[in-house]
C-alpha cells in the first residue's frame, strides 16, 4: 500500500489567504465534458439570503497512479467574493463543497462532499479555516510510550455521550485515570451528516466531525491523554460508508455501472460496501491510517465491521491493512519522533490493532497484524448465565479463560502479542443489569434496566477484571448505567444516551465505583491477574450447579484464586489448594491463615458476589 499525496488532496492554505483544493475523481474528465465547480462561502455567512457561495471552477488533470485530478488554486484577496456586506476574504471558516457540471444530465450535481476534507461544517459541508493555527506538540509528548498489551484496561467511550464536547471529555480524563484506565477507545469521530449518530456510516475521514469539535480539539485529547498515561485509540470504520460519501454517492448519480472505490467485496453488512481490489480504496484507508498516527498521535484503531473487508490471511483487505500499517510504523524505530512510542526495549511494537471481527476472533489474531479482538463470546456466556441457561456458568468458565486463543504470533522476523478484549457491555448492547428486567415504558427505547438489581451484575465485575485478555468497559459501566438498547433499528444509533454524571453520588453509583477501583487497583498489583495462566475448575456437580464459579490465575509463584457466587443465596463449597501458607483476600479482607497444600478447605461465597484470594 502506499501514502496518498495529501499535500495536493482536499483544502490547505498555502500562503495567507491562499487556499489550494484537490481531488482525486477517477473516471470523471474534462475530456468527456465534464466541468467541477467549488461553491465556497464564509461560515458567518452561510445561512444569509443574500450571500450566495462564491463560485470556481477547477481544472482537471491526470495522476499517473490514480487516474483523473481536479484542482483550483483561490486567492480569496484576488477573487471577487459575494459583495459588500459578506466576511468573503476575512479570517475564519470557510464552508464548501463540489459540483459537476455533465452535458448529458440535466442541472448539475450538487453536494459533492471532499473525501479529503480535513475540517467539516454543519451537516454534509466541508470546511477550511482560513489562518488556522495548529497545535503545538508539548515536549511531555516526546517521552510518551504506549503501555503493553497485556497491561491494558480499556474504557470505550463516545465523546458528545461521554464529556459533551471534546473538552468537556478533556475534564473527565483525570477521573478515568484516577479509575485505573490507561486506554480509551473513542467511537468514530468520522464526519457524518447527522447531529445524533455513532458515526458508523461516515462521508469523511481524514478530519473530526464538527458535532464533536475539530482536529486541534482531538489533538489536545490525545495529548492530554498521554500526560495522564492513557494510550488512545480511534474507532474507524473502513468497510462501509454512508451513501453520501463522495465516492458512494456521486458516480451513483452518475449512473455508472462500475465505481472506482466502492463496490460488493466481502461481506455486505450495512452501509455502502468499499472495494479493496481497487488501488485507491486501499491507498486511501492506509493513508488515513497513517494521518491518524502521525497528525493525532493515535495509539492505534478499532477497526469496525472487519467482516466487510476481510477476505483472508494473504488478501487485498484487512490483512494487507494491518500488515502495511505495521510494517509503516516499525520503519520509524530510531527516528526520535513521535514514532518512538510505539517501540518497547526489548525490539517489540506496541501499536494497537483491535478487530471487530465477531465471526473469527481467533482466526483473525492467527492470521493478520491484529494484535487484539472484540469477541462476543464471554458476554454472550455472561448473558446465558444471567438468564438462566443450563450451561451458562460452565460456558462463561471458559470464555473467562479466552479458550484456544493465541498468545503471540512469529511471522518472520515479527513476533506479535496477541489476546481479545473481555466486556460484558458496549455501545452495541444494552447495560448487563437489564438482563435482570427492565422498567415498563411507553416506548421500546425508553426502557431501562432495572437499576435497584445492579447488586446482580457484581460478579460478572468481579469475573471481568480478574479474567484472562484486556478488560473493557462501556462509559458509565462503573456508575451502574441502565440504559436498554434495542437489538435492530434506527433506534439504536438516533437516540442520545448521555453518561449520568449523577449516578456518581447515589448508593448504587457509589458502591459500582468502589468495586470497580478496588478491581482495577488489583489487576494492576497482582502480575498474575495481568499475564497468568488462566486454570478453570469445572466441577458442575460441585461449584456451576450451585451457581459458583472457581478459576485460578498462576505466574511463576504468583497465585490467586477466584470465586464467584451468581445466585441470590451464600454458598459454601470445598475446594483444594494446590499450595500451603496464607492467603489473603482482596476484597473483605477474610483472610485464610491456615492452608495446607492438597487438603479439602470449606470457602463461603456471598451471594452475588465473590472472593479473591492471592497467596502471600
Not at 511471522?411 to 489476546?419: A, G, L, N, R, S
Not at 450451585?546 to 490467586?560: A, H, P, Y
Request: hydrophobic share 35%; glycine share 10%.
Amino acid at each position: 500500500m502506499k501514502l496518498l499525496p495529501l499535500d495536493r488532496l482536499g483544502a490547505r492554505e498555502v500562503a495567507d489567504g491562499q487556499l489550494h483544493f484537490g481531488v482525486l475523481l477517477p473516471w470523471v474528465s474534462a475530456a468527456d465534458g465534464n466541468r467541477l465547480w467549488l461553491k465556497i462561502i464564509h461560515e458567518d455567512d452561510q445561512f444569509l439570503q443574500d450571500v450566495p457561495p462564491t463560485r470556481i471552477e477547477l481544472h482537471h488533470s491526470v495522476d499517473p497512479t490514480y487516474g483523473d485530478y481536479w484542482s483550483a488554486s483561490v486567492d480569496l484577496g484576488a477573487v471577487a467574493g459575494p459583495g459588500a456586506g459578506s466576511h468573503w476574504g476575512q479570517p475564519g471558516r470557510y464552508v464548501y463543497r463540489y459540483a459537476l457540471e455533465r452535458p448529458d444530465l440535466p442541472g448539475e450535481i450538487d453536494w459533492v462532499i471532499d473525501p479529503y476534507a480535513r475540517e467539516f461544517g454543519v451537516g454534509k459541508l466541508s470546511a477550511i479555516t482560513v489562518g488556522y493555527q495548529p497545535h503545538v506538540w508539548g515536549a511531555n509528548e516526546a517521552g510518551w510510550r504506549v503501555p503493553a498489551l497485556d497491561d491494558l484496561v480499556m474504557y470505550e467511550l463516545m465523546i458528545n455521550e461521554f464529556g459533551g464536547s471534546v473538552d468537556g471529555t478533556i475534564d473527565r480524563l483525570p477521573y478515568l485515570a484516577d479509575l485505573g484506565v490507561n486506554c480509551i477507545e473513542v467511537m468514530p469521530v468520522s464526519n457524518v451528516s447527522n447531529t445524533i449518530d455513532w458515526g458508523f456510516l461516515p462521508i469523511g475521514y481524514f478530519g473530526v466531525d464538527e458535532r464533536l469539535g475539530n482536529r486541534k480539539h482531538l489533538q489536545r485529547l490525545v495529548e492530554a491523554a498521554h500526560e495522564l498515561g492513557v494510550a488512545v485509540i480511534l474507532d474507524v470504520v473502513y468497510g462501509h460508508t454512508s451513501s453520501d460519501f463522495a465516492y458512494s454517492s456521486l458516480y451513483r448519480r452518475l449512473n455508472y455501472r462500475e465505481n472506482p472505490f466502492m463496490g460488493a467485496f466481502a461481506k455486505d453488512y450495512f452501509g455502502e460496501s468499499t472495494d479493496f481490489r481497487r488501488e485507491l480504496t486501499r491507498d486511501f484507508f492506509f493513508t488515513v491510517n497513517h494521518h491518524l498516527l502521525s497528525a493525532y498521535h493515535a495509539d492505534g484503531f478499532r477497526y469496525d465491521c472487519v467482516p466487510n473487508y476481510w477476505d483472508g490471511a494473504i488478501g487485498e483487505g484487512y490483512a494487507n491493512l494491518t500488515y502495511s500499517t505495521y510494517q509503516y510504523v516499525k520503519e520509524r524505530r530510531g527516528t526520535g519522533t513521535h514514532w518512538d512510542r510505539f517501540f518497547t526495549d526489548s525490539g517489540g511494537v506496541n501499536l494497537i490493532q483491535c478487530a471487530e471481527q465477531l465471526e473469527g476472533p481467533v482466526e483473525i489474531l492467527d492470521q493478520t497484524y491484529s494484535n487484539c479482538t472484540w469477541q462476543n463470546e464471554t458476554l454472550g456466556a455472561a448473558q446465558g448465565a444471567a438468564r438462566g441457561s443450563a450451561d451458562g456458568l460452565t460456558n462463561l468458565g471458559f470464555r473467562l479463560g479466552l479458550m484456544g486463543y493465541p498468545s503471540s504470533r512469529t511471522v518472520e522476523d515479527d513476533t506479535i502479542p496477541k489476546t481479545a478484549l473481555q466486556y460484558v457491555e458496549n455501545h452495541d448492547h444494552s447495560r448487563f443489569v437489564c438482563n435482570f428486567g427492565t422498567t415498563a415504558a411507553d416506548n421500546d427505547l425508553l426502557r431501562e434496566g432495572i437499576r435497584d438489581r445492579w447488586y446482580k451484575v457484581q460478579p460478572y465485575l468481579i469475573a471481568l477484571l480478574t479474567g484472562r485478555g484486556i478488560p473493557m468497559l462501556w462509559q458509565g459501566q462503573e456508575l451502574g448505567e441502565n440504559y436498554f438498547v434495542p437489538d435492530s433499528g434506527f433506534g439504536r444509533v438516533a437516540l442520545f444516551r448521555p453518561v449520568r454524571w449523577d449516578y456518581f453520588y447515589d448508593p448504587i453509583g457509589r458502591s459500582a465505583i468502589s468495586l470497580l477501583r478496588k478491581l482495577l487497583t488489583l489487576r494492576q498489583q497482582l502480575p498474575q491477574l495481568r499475564q497468568g495462566e488462566h486454570y478453570f475448575h469445572n466441577d458442575r456437580s460441585r461449584y456451576q450447579d450451585r451457581g459458583v464459579l472457581m478459576f485460578s490465575r498462576r505466574r511463576d509463584d504468583d497465585l490467586t484464586v477466584v470465586a464467584l457466587n451468581f445466585g441470590d443465596s451464600d454458598q459454601t463449597v470445598p475446594f483444594t489448594f494446590d499450595r500451603d501458607g496464607k492467603y489473603r483476600e482482596e476484597l473483605h479482607g477474610h483472610d485464610l491463615t491456615d492452608v495446607a497444600a492438597d487438603q479439602e478447605k470449606w470457602l463461603t461465597i456471598p451471594s452475588n458476589y465473590g472472593r479473591i484470594w492471592t497467596r502471600t
